[in-house]
Every structure is written in C-alpha cells, then in structure tokens.
C-alpha cells in the first residue's frame, strides 16, 4: 500500500516484519477472539492479524486509508469491518454487543493518553489491550510510587488495570522514524472488587488535584477536596506529597471521602 504519510495523524507506519511478527505474537489472538484495531494505518499489523484471524474490526481516521483497507480484506477473503471514524468518537460498548472486546494498535501518539482515558470508560467491555507508544508514556504508565515519572497516568491506569511492558520498539522499526523509542504494553482490567473503588469520580477528583502540583505536599495538594484531618483518618500522612502515595491508598481516601 503506497501512501503518503501524515506528521498530523501519528503516521509512523511499521516496516519491520520480525517487529510486527512479535507483536501479533504477544497479542496471540485465539479462535472466537473479538479483535479491535485502532489505527490500522497502511495495515502492518492488520494485515498478519487478518492472515491469522481472519476476522477484525479497525477504526482509522484517514480517509485516504479506507479504500487500501478495503481491498486488504478483499485480497484476503477476510472479514474486515472498517469504522471511518475518530477513535475518540468511537463507542466501544457498542462494538461489543456480542461479546467482550480485545483492543490492539500502533496509538497516533499525539493522542495516546485520550485513548487510554477513553478506554477506561469501556473497561466493563474490554478484555484486554495491547498498544504501542511512545516508551515514555510506558514507563509513565507501569511507575511505582516514589518513581519520578509516577503521576496522574500510573494511579488511573493501575487502578483499573494491570499494567505490563512488553518490548521496546526501536525508531528504526516504522517508516517515517519517529523520534522516540517506543514500547509496547499490555493492560488488563482488573476486577473492581479486588480494587474496591466505590467512588471513581471522586477518585478522579482526589489524583488530579494531588498531581496537579507536584512538588507540594497532600495537605496543600488537596487543600479544595478535603481536610488535612480526612487525610490522617485513612492512615496517610498529610505532610507526603503525591508521588510516594500508593494507589490502594488513594482509592481508599476517595471512598472514604464519598460522593
Ligand atoms: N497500525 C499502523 C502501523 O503500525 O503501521 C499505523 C500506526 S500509526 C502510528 C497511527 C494510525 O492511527 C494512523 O493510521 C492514523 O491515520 C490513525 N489515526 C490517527 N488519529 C486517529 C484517530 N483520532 N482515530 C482513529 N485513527 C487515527
């Protein structure tokens, strides 16, 4: 597929045939799989899943992507269903009408993390993800607390997901290069009652003020969420800031601290 790439879109296409064999491998889709690709692009990975699989469905954004893509599924006799739409746009819990969903791709890295907040929204529906990013959101992404890169990213995700990276991707793998290594992770939702969150919109509430600033203590942090007292009656010390705190320790001041 010849096509001429768009910096705008997050083009950087794979080329890397041994690279694009290791990640279907890691994906390892089996029989009754229902495999979702966003941003199947010139179809790298569409193309070896489809071989496998026989049956996908991708959400791309490119127009000039449709047509390629269809053809793919023609020459493959495969059944290859193309959603034209922003991802962002896309509601997933409706594509899993059937059965749970397994979401894979190569994410646009401009708008990596608004995929991933907006998976979260669908977890209930999502059996698993595999994504390639940016490494550095990876590593932002599977953080412990006390890590410099722990942030508002590490708490949401692992909240609701184990978090786990794979491989490092080299620039040399895509065409064009981009600038920055890249990973690829797996997530996989967690059973809500292992984590116990009871009150997300207030957890969301409680990570985004705490990150928010940094380099200033919990009691300072959070000084418009709650007092220094509901901080101390959880166990945590309102003296620590944001990034030594664990996340069952965050959940557990949102669900002390209520709707
Ligand atoms: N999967 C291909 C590969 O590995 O070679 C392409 C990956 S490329 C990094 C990202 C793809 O996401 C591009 O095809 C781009 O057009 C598409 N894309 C960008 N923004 C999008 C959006 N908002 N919704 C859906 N697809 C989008």
Partial sequence: MSHQTKKSLGQHFLSDPAMIEKIVRAIDPRPGDRLVEIGPGAGAITRPLL????????????????????????????????????????????????????LVGNLPYNISSPILFHALEHLAVIRDM??????????RMAAAPGSK????????????????PLF?????????????DSAVVRLEPRDPSEVGLVQPRRFEQVVRAAFSQRRKTLRNALSTVCTPEQIEAVGMDPGARAEVVAVSEYVALANALGA
């Fill in 149 to 164: 890169v722990y942030g508002r990213l590490s708490v949401m995700l692992q909240a609701r997901c184990r978090v786990t």
């Fill in 168 to 180: 490092k991707v080299p620039p040399g793998c895509f065409r064009p290069p981009p600038k920055v």
């Fill in 51 to 102: 071989q496998r699989h026989r049956a996908l469905t991708v959400i791309e954004f490119d127009r000039d992507l449709i047509e390629p893509l269809t053809a793919l599924g023609a020459e493959l006799g495969a059944e290859l269903s193309i959603v034209h739409a922003d991802v962002l746009t896309v509601d997933f819990t409706a594509l899993a009408a059937t059965s749970p969903i397994r």
């Fill in 130 to 139: 595999h994504f390639m990013l940016q490494k550095e959101v990876v590593d």
